[in-house]
């Protein structure tokens, strides 16, 4: 048997996330369908991060365990065979190295969040940033987002379902920077709580718009309470970029 490693790009509009669930089809579901078209084997897709319903991933990496003997490519080519009428794709494969584990082993994931701030609604990017008509304050945001950088319980930016056993997590990079007629905010740490980036990035542009302060936004951080922070941005804004690993 062998453990592989896949690298994975997918639009998460159709799908209720990246886990499999009982109310509508997931990534993780149709992964392993084509896997299993390919060689026959009911095996288990492991994820490094399971985004939400709506959320993309550039860079999402998953880890299977196939008892038949095949390539890298032929693992990578096959699976995309089965997944053409699916917006996902194996963009690459590679044999996992001892004791690897998709999500256990990661040491650094990183998100991006896209707002589109223009008067007039997106068309080709539809579904994939969150459309924000009235003038933002790029340079308010990220200065208030320097404040959330560090080890901090996150309890005020955790979603109220989150199973995350505490709230303590480790924020590195949270950039916040205008990128034409968007914003983009680059968040990167070890592990994030459910729903910690769309939580921050809706609190910060309450910032944006004027309504909060880099004070308030500390002041919401210490509160350690759900209620005094921002509104949960929309997923369609979100994407994981990257999963980082220590042999990497």
């Given at each position: 048997?062998?453990?592989?490693?896949?690298?994975?790009?997918?639009?998460?509009?159709?799908?209720?996330?990246?886990?499999?669930?009982?109310?509508?089809?997931?990534?993780?579901?149709?992964?392993?369908?084509?896997?299993?078209?390919?060689?026959?084997?009911?095996?288990?897709?492991?994820?490094?991060?399971?985004?939400?319903?709506?959320?993309?991933?550039?860079?999402?990496?998953?880890?299977?365990?196939?008892?038949?003997?095949?390539?890298?490519?032929?693992?990578?080519?096959?699976?995309?065979?089965?997944?053409?009428?699916?917006?996902?794709?194996?963009?690459?494969?590679?044999?996992?190295?001892?004791?690897?584990?998709?999500?256990?082993?990661?040491?650094?994931?990183?998100?991006?969040?896209?707002?589109?701030?223009?008067?007039?609604?997106?068309?080709?990017?539809?579904?994939?940033?969150?459309?924000?008509?009235?003038?933002?304050?790029?340079?308010?945001?990220?200065?208030?987002?320097?404040?959330?950088?560090?080890?901090?319980?996150?309890?005020?930016?955790?979603?109220?379902?989150?199973?995350?056993?505490?709230?303590?997590?480790?924020?590195?990079?949270l950039d916040v920077r205008e990128a034409d007629d968007e914003i983009h905010f680059h968040a990167r740490g070890r592990s994030f709580l459910?729903?910690?980036?769309?939580?921050?990035?809706?609190?910060?542009?309450?910032?944006?718009?004027?309504?909060?302060?880099?004070?308030?936004?500390?002041?919401?951080?210490?509160?350690?309470?759900?209620?005094?922070?921002?509104?949960?941005?929309?997923?369609?804004?979100?994407?994981?970029?990257?999963?980082?690993?220590?042999?990497?």
């Amino acid at each position: 048997m062998t453990r592989w490693r896949i690298l994975i790009e997918y639009d998460g509009g159709p799908y209720v996330g990246w886990q499999r669930q009982k109310n509508g089809p997931s990534i993780q579901q149709a992964l392993e369908e084509a896997v299993f078209s390919f060689c026959g084997e009911n095996t288990r897709v492991y994820g490094a991060g399971r985004t939400d319903a709506g959320v993309h991933a550039f860079g999402q990496v998953a880890h299977i365990d196939i008892e038949r003997p095949t390539t890298a490519d032929t693992v990578r080519d096959a699976i995309n065979a089965h997944l053409r009428d699916e917006p996902i794709s194996v963009l690459a494969a590679m044999a996992a190295a001892d004791g690897f584990h998709a999500r256990i082993s990661a040491c650094e994931r990183v998100y991006l969040y896209r707002i589109l701030n223009r008067r007039p609604p997106p068309a080709i990017e539809h579904g994939r940033v969150w459309h924000i008509p009235w003038a933002l304050d790029a340079a308010a945001m990220h200065e208030a987002a320097q404040r959330l950088i560090g080890t901090h319980d996150f309890t005020s930016f955790r979603a109220t379902a989150c199973q995350a056993k505490s709230p303590v997590k480790t924020l590195d990079v949270l950039d916040v920077r205008e990128a034409d007629d968007e914003i983009h905010f680059h968040a990167r740490g070890r592990s994030f709580l459910h729903h910690q980036v769309r939580n921050i990035v809706g609190t910060l542009e309450r910032v944006g718009v004027g309504k909060l302060t880099a004070e308030d936004v500390s002041t919401a951080l210490a509160a350690r309470d759900r209620a005094a922070a921002g509104a949960t941005a929309p997923p369609e804004g979100l994407a994981l970029v990257s999963v980082g690993y220590p042999d990497d």
